[in-house]
């Protein structure tokens, strides 16, 4: 069985950006930010909720061999550095059986799947991972 | 700070990396704690400071400061344990040197320890993304690996190098190491065993990567020499530190807390990075030593691979280059990473076998956290 240690509080406060990638933009200069943060570089501490877009670019990639615990199963990873409308995420790139076919540039978009389960008896844990729009 | 004393390494000792099934942490730490307290003629120590990363993920144990001092007998000694993932001996040697150079303690030994073997290779993957942020990347599946892979691929595409090119670092690793009795990895490789190595996370493969080993280490520091031949003194620390959260950096060939802890610890020895002669960079990846190198200044961007293929940094050049073959040699002890290069760095200004003919003077040591997390380096120079 898997080996994990995340507690349902610890998965759960950060369903807005699991399940919609939701972002912070200050209200007073504009910037975004992913993940969220509490002050922004022009130093206000004044943000809005922002959803990020759900079609981006793919900026870089790697194919991870030596994964942690939890993703054994789930092994090789595709991680991936994704721009959203300015915004750069990281996170896993799925639908992808051939990985040599990605390439920097490629257009991808957010999907929502399952990352992990959390113990013997725990919770599924779902959260944003990334699909290329053309097949790969 | 009241800038009044100066600070000395008089003593260092090192616990050669490798798999010691036989030792827990207490006993690794006692070895090298004592021994290093012995080479410096047991002069009474006020603190300890101790590095360690993982002990609750990897051993379960808390509080690691009074349950280490307690077993060397140090009771009443005030044992602090520093955490800052695989750059903590930096950070632990930051402390120590505080404490003195403010005049509240005479002496104060800092120590490295961790134990990475008591763990599968697999549950210890899981302890290493703990030096990521862990709720944005490790959650996902991101291991310090993948983050390393994704500098090294932009690296190589920005400077139009190929694997080959790069597969140098560990080459010229191996090639030191071999040399050095105190090495995990004594053994000179080809570029052929770099190529055929398994890939961990795409480009970066097996010989890349830094061995994960169970280490201690431990270096004295005391506010003035205690024996009258040449000493080590502590000219300049500095430290800088860049955010977590990688998807935000716009680009990832440069570390910018490697860069800010230089020019902090160059500004405090009032010297410049020309009068350096030997330095110790944290290549738990190759490319981090690589861009360590860039960053701090040694070699321009872009130009590592090539200056390391030419020979540039070898011994006996106007700077060396991890002499005692880098953590891809000596192993990668956790958070007692630094320690390793810390102890390596007093052995090569003390003209210590087998660094008997580097003849350096000025020596730069850089640990850091995670991928350009958080930096410290520190510089030191043989005095007479």
């Not at chain 2, 009241?2 to 730490?29: C, D, M, P, W």
């Not at chain 2, 400061?65 to 930096?90: F, Q």
């Not at chain 2, 073997?117 to 549950?123: A, P």
């Amino acid at each position: 069985m898997v080996d994990q240690k995340l507690s349902v509080p610890r998965y759960w406060r950060r369903i807005p950006q699991y399940y919609r990638l939701e972002g912070v933009q200050c209200v007073k200069c504009g910037r975004i930010y992913y993940p969220p943060r509490a002050v922004c570089e022009c130093g206000s501490r004044e943000f809005r909720a922002y959803p990020l877009p759900s079609v981006g670019k793919l900026i870089n990639y790697t194919v991870l061999y030596s994964v942690p615990s939890e993703f054994e199963k789930m092994k090789p990873l595709v991680i991936g550095i994704v721009d959203l409308g300015g915004v750069r995420v990281m996170g896993q790139i799925v639908d992808c059986p051939d990985p040599s076919k990605l390439s920097p540039g490629i257009d991808v978009e957010v999907v929502f799947r399952m990352v992990k389960m959390d113990g013997n008896y725990g919770i599924i844990n779902y959260g944003y991972k990334f699909r290329p729009l053309n097949s790969c | 700070m009241f800038n009044t004393t100066g600070v000395y390494i008089v003593a260092s000792s090192l616990v050669q990396g490798g798999r010691h099934y036989e030792k827990g942490l207490k006993e690794l730490f006692a070895e090298s704690f004592l021994k290093a307290l012995d080479n410096a003629g047991n002069p009474g120590v006020g603190a300890i400071y101790v590095a360690n990363a993982f002990a609750e993920s990897l051993q379960d144990q808390g509080v690691l400061g009074a349950y280490l001092a307690d077993y060397v007998g140090l009771r009443k000694t005030p044992a602090i344990r520093i955490e800052g993932g695989d750059g903590s001996s930096g950070l632990a040697f930051l402390e120590a040197y505080n404490m003195i150079r403010s005049g509240i303690y005479d002496c104060v030994a800092v120590s490295g320890v961790e134990k990475m073997s008591d763990v599968t290779s697999i549950r210890l993957n899981k302890a290493l993304a703990t030096i990521t942020d862990y709720e944005y990347e490790g959650f996902f599946g991101v291991t310090p690996a993948a983050i390393s892979a994704l500098a090294m691929k932009e690296y190589m595409s920005k400077y139009n190098y190929d694997y080959e090119d790069m597969a140098i670092w560990p080459v010229k690793m191996h090639e030191r190491g071999s040399a050095n009795p105190l090495a995990y990895m004594r053994r000179k490789i080809s570029l052929k065993d770099v190529m055929d190595s398994e890939v961990v996370s795409e480009p970066l493969r097996l010989y890349d990567t830094a061995p994960a080993v169970d280490g201690a280490g431990t270096v004295i520091l005391c506010n003035k020499p205690l024996k009258n031949d040449a000493v080590v003194r502590v000219d300049g620390v500095g430290v800088g530190s860049n955010g977590t959260y990688i998807g935000q950096r716009s680009e990832l060939t440069m570390l910018h807390s490697v860069a800010d802890a230089t020019n902090m610890a160059l500004r405090m020895a009032n010297t410049e990075v020309g009068s350096v002669n030997a330095v110790e960079v944290h290549d738990t990846y190759s490319i981090l030593g690589i861009l360590a190198l860039e960053s701090m200044g040694i070699t321009r961007p872009g130009e590592t691979p090539r200056a390391l293929s030419l020979g540039q940094l070898d011994p006996g050049g106007r700077v060396v280059v991890n002499a005692s073959g880098g953590l891809k040699s000596m192993g990668f002890p956790g958070g007692a990473s630094g320690m390793y290069e810390l102890v390596s760095m007093h052995m090569e200004l003390m003209g210590t076998k087998p660094f008997d003919n580097l003849n350096a003077e000025v020596g730069l040591v850089q640990d850091m956290s995670g991928f350009d997390l958080t930096s410290t380096v520190i510089l030191l120079r043989r005095v007479s």
